[in-house]
């Protein structure tokens, strides 16, 4: 079965450092690869996408992941946050039958 | 775009009783809807995959006849959690994909608490 392996819960960042969040996947196969932001109170909305091409995609926000097929890793990146960043970040992965396995979320909080 | 709305946004039921929640897609057409369960601090357990006029496919471990689904056009569906009981109080979170990508629009989510 797929599974989705994000590495850190919780991130605390100050306003204008750089992010990183860790995902890896198990799955030999094509996938396609999403990033999901939960916002304080707010529903999930999807933040980028990459289903091929280029793997380096750019999604709102200033956000951007790369895909690295030969580490099935699927990190997100931002050259410098902000405290409207403070969110929970989740991966997930589609492997096929349209269903998404999501990552247990890593909890971001950027103090000001 | 890609709008999903729920509705309603929270509800407390008496054990026993059934409760219906609706999920909508607003502007696009969704092949198919998933229903989800949040339990806090977790991440989304995927509950059941539905396509429009047909069956849903439920995951390993969901009750299908107490967690009844429903899709009866490409812009609705809705789960009716029968015979509530406490632990079924959780949130639960729909999501409409209008694509096979596996892309998918999630909506603002249902908290339900039975008493």
């Known amino acids: 079965a797929q599974s989705v392996s994000q590495h850190n819960h919780h991130v605390i960042l100050s306003e204008a450092a750089s992010l990183e969040l860790g995902c890896n996947y198990s799955y030999g196969g094509t996938v396609n690869l999403f990033w999901y932001v939960q916002y304080p109170g707010q529903h999930l909305q999807l933040l980028l996408k990459?289903?091929?091409?280029?793997?380096l995609v750019k999604g709102i926000k200033g956000f951007e992941a790369e895909f690295i097929k030969s580490k099935f890793s699927f990190n997100l990146r931002k050259p410098s946050v902000q405290w409207s960043d403070t969110a929970e970040y989740f991966c997930?992965?589609?492997?096929?039958?349209?269903?998404?396995?999501f990552g247990a979320g890593t909890i971001l909080r950027v103090k000001s | 775009g890609a709008v999903v709305s729920q509705h309603p946004s929270w509800v407390i039921c008496k054990s026993g009783t059934s409760v219906k929640i609706e999920c909508r897609s607003l502007d696009f057409q969704a092949t198919t809807m998933f229903w989800y369960r949040q339990f806090p601090k977790q991440s989304l357990m995927l509950m059941a995959t539905s396509n429009e006029g047909s069956k849903a496919t439920y995951e390993q471990g969901v009750e299908k006849d107490k967690f009844l689904i429903n899709h009866a056009s490409l812009t609705l569906s809705t789960l009716t959690v029968t015979s509530a009981h406490p632990e079924d109080s959780s949130f639960y979170i729909c999501?409409?994909?209008?694509?096979?990508?596996?892309?998918?629009?999630f909506g603002p989510g249902t908290r339900l608490t039975v008493t």
């Open positions: 999501s409409a994909s209008p694509s096979l990508a596996g892309e998918q629009y």
């Open positions: 990459y289903f091929s091409g280029d793997p």
């Open positions: 997930a992965v589609n492997a096929g039958g349209n269903k998404l396995v």
